[in-house]
């Protein structure tokens, strides 16, 4: 009976005995008496070692593994492998296309503009006549130079005779020194007159082959500034230019910075402006087919640009160039060179240069680059990846050197080059 009533009153927590109770008041034998539960500071103490027992099995079950919170996966980034391949390197510039030979043909004399000997824009050879001036004042002007120059001729002839007959007189004493020599100077005097005759004479000469305006090169011919009828002469400004058409020059600037550059690498390879070729862009994207060498660099730079200006030489057989045209310039070497090469998405730039994120034993890493040319969305790495390396171009604005990271292929071509 008393141990059924002990039962009774023995609290269970999480399913376990607990043997803390109160001690039992003593009766008499054979005298059964009413247990009653007490509210002493043991049940207190009971039931806070059963909430001490509560919080140490959650804290046991956020402590399993199936409770924890899982980490982050790492992040997949896009890569490609940083490929060597030969590279003909290629800087690009604005140029000018120039004739080698440029006249502006002017009138010499002035005169009555009879002809005009060409159509405008034709081809025309050296000594091609082009304009006709009036010949008649010009002939006359020979006609008279030329009866001067007979004149003083025969002053002349007659000025050596006396002198001749005074030499003759002087041995036999006949005349005195005096007269001889007033007859010499006379002769020279003759002379002179002549001398300046026969000027005059060149010059009238000069002047009526000036009526006729020849070209002075081959070439092609502009618009004529004047037409027949007027008065043209010295101060009547440009009648018309003249351009040569093959060869033609391409002229364009290179910064004080690239002209360096391509000078540094110039150096390193022992190479000449013989090892460089130069090629022509149209402006509707059509590549000329002659390539031309550089043949002239400038000895100053431009103080308002910080440029220098260099020439090459095309050679313009069919007339595509024309002067004063509007190209696109490249410059490449001979010889195509092994370099890396990786797309420009792959770069980032900050304050100290350029870099790109590599993916190396599963973690990003920087690496910085020296870059060369750019063609066609990909670019040239002169130092900082030596070829092979898998080079982040997706994904890397996320990325930190040390991060870990799941490289992904991308199926990108590597254009340009």
Do not use: W
């Given at each position: 009976m008393r141990q059924g009533l002990i039962e009774g009153v023995m609290p269970e927590v999480s399913g376990a005995t607990v043997s803390l109770h109160p001690p039992l008041a003593a009766t008499p034998l054979g005298q059964?008496?009413?247990?009653?539960?007490?509210?002493?500071?043991?049940?207190?103490?009971?039931?806070?070692?059963?909430?001490?027992?509560?919080?140490?099995?959650?804290?046991?079950?956020?402590?399993?593994?199936?409770a924890t919170a899982q980490q982050p996966a790492a992040p997949t980034v896009g890569v490609v492998k940083a490929d060597k391949r030969p590279v003909t390197e290629s800087v690009h510039f604005v140029g000018r296309i120039?004739?080698?030979?440029?006249?502006?043909?002017?009138?010499?004399?002035?005169?009555?503009l009879e002809n005009i000997l060409f159509k405008d824009g034709?081809?025309?050879?050296?000594?091609?006549?082009?304009?006709?001036?009036?010949?008649?004042?010009?002939?006359?002007?020979?006609?008279?130079?030329?009866?001067?120059?007979?004149?003083?001729?025969?002053?002349?002839?007659?000025?050596?005779?006396?002198?001749?007959?005074?030499?003759?007189l002087l041995k036999t004493s006949a005349t005195s020194v005096a007269v001889r020599d007033d007859r010499l100077t006379a002769q020279k005097t003759a002379q002179g007159n002549l001398d300046g005759a026969q000027a005059d004479l060149k010059t009238a000469e000069i002047n009526l082959g000036y009526t006729e305006i020849r070209s002075p090169i081959d070439?092609?011919?502009?618009?004529?500034?004047?037409?027949?009828?007027?008065?043209?002469?010295?101060?009547?400004?440009?009648?018309?230019?003249?351009?040569?058409v093959d060869p033609m020059y391409?002229?364009?600037?290179?910064?004080?910075?690239?002209?360096?550059?391509?000078?540094?690498?110039?150096?390193?390879?022992?190479?000449?402006?013989?090892?460089?070729?130069?090629?022509?862009q149209f402006s509707n994207g059509a590549i000329y087919k002659q390539t031309g060498k550089i043949d002239f660099?400038?000895?100053?730079?431009?103080?308002?640009?910080?440029?220098?200006?260099?020439?090459?030489?095309?050679?313009?057989?069919?007339?595509?160039?024309?002067?004063?045209?509007?190209?696109?310039?490249?410059?490449e070497g001979?010889?195509?060179?092994?370099?890396?090469?990786?797309?420009?998405?792959?770069?980032?730039?900050?304050?100290?240069?350029?870099?790109?994120?590599?993916?190396?034993?599963?973690?990003?890493a920087v690496r910085r680059l020296k870059l060369g040319p750019s063609n066609g969305g990909s670019v040239v790495v002169l130092e900082g990846l030596s070829g092979g390396e898998m080079v982040v171009v997706q994904g890397a604005q996320t990325l930190r050197p040390g991060l870990p990271v799941t490289a992904s292929p991308v199926q990108t071509s590597i254009r340009g080059f």
């Open positions: 059964p008496q009413r247990i009653r539960p007490r509210h002493s500071r043991s049940c207190h103490s009971l039931v806070r070692i059963s909430g001490y027992a509560a919080i140490a099995l959650a804290l046991m079950l956020l402590g399993t593994p199936e120039e004739a080698t030979q440029r006249v502006e043909v002017r009138a010499r004399v002035t005169g009555y034709e081809r025309v050879k050296a000594g091609t006549p082009l304009y006709q001036i009036e010949k008649g004042p010009f002939e006359a002007t020979v006609q008279q130079a030329q009866a001067g120059v007979l004149r003083m001729q025969a002053q002349l002839e007659n000025a050596i005779t006396q002198t001749q007959r005074a030499e003759e070439g092609r011919i502009g618009r004529t500034a004047v037409t027949r009828g007027n008065v043209v002469g010295p101060n009547s400004g440009v009648l018309t230019t003249i351009v040569s391409v002229v364009f600037p290179v910064s004080q910075r690239e002209f360096l550059r391509l000078a540094e690498e110039r150096g390193k390879h022992q190479a000449s402006a013989d090892h460089f070729k130069v090629v022509v660099v400038d000895v100053k730079v431009d103080p308002s640009t910080d440029s220098i200006t260099v020439r090459a030489t095309l050679q313009n057989p069919d007339g595509e160039l024309v002067d004063g045209q509007l190209v696109q310039v490249s410059v001979d010889k195509p060179e092994e370099r890396v090469v990786i797309p420009q998405a792959a770069l980032i730039a900050d304050q100290q240069g350029v870099y790109v994120f590599v993916v190396e034993d599963g973690k990003a």
